[in-house]
C-alpha cells in the first residue's frame, strides 16, 4: 500500500466535505430543528439503513439515547436495524424490504420523525420505510448521495433531504457520519444552549 494512496483517500474525503459544506449546511439546520422540535413534543425519532447506514442509524440512536458530548438526559430514538429476531421474522414472513416498514407502522406515531439513510437513495426497504413514514403522518429526514435517487420523489414538501454531493459510497458515508454529529450536537444546543 503506498502513502501516496493513502494521503489521497484523506484529500478526496476533505474535497467532498468542503464541497458539501455550502448545499448541506441548510437542511441540517432545517432536520435539527425538525428533530428537535418533534423530541420537544414527546416524539421520537426512529432511523434506519443497510449496511454502513445500518451502523450510522444505530451510532445515531446511541448518541441521543447516550449522550454525544455533554451530558443531558437521554432522548427517544430507536434504531431499527438492531433486532434480529424482528428483522429475520419479518424478511422470512413477508418481504425483505419490509423489514423497516413493518417496525414504522408497529412503532411510528404522528409526529416522529425517521432517519432514513441510503447511499444510492434507491434502497427499496428504506423507500418502503418512507412510505409507511407518509402513512403514520410522520417527517422523513433522509441522508442520501448518488444525487438522491428514488429517494427523491419519494419525499414531500414536509421532508428533508440531505443528498451528499458525490457518486462513491465510502465518501457518501464519511459525510453521512458528519451530518449525524452535525445532528447531535445542533439537538444538543438547542437543548442546552450553545458552548
Known sequence: MSVERIQQHFRDSAAVKLAAVETLALPIAAAIDTMFGALANGNRILACGNGGSAADAQHFAAELIGRFERER???PAVALTTDTSVLTAL???????QIFARQIRALGQPGDVLLAITTSGNSANVLAAIDAAREREMIVVALTGNGGGNVSSALTDIDIHICVPSGRTARIQEVHLLTIHCLCDG?????LGEE
Not at 439537538?187 to 437543548?191: E, G, K, R, V, Y
Open 73 to 75: 438526559p437521554g432522548l
Open 91 to 97: 424478511a422470512n414472513d413477508y418481504a425483505y424490504d
Open 187 to 191: 439537538i444538543d444546543a438547542m437543548l
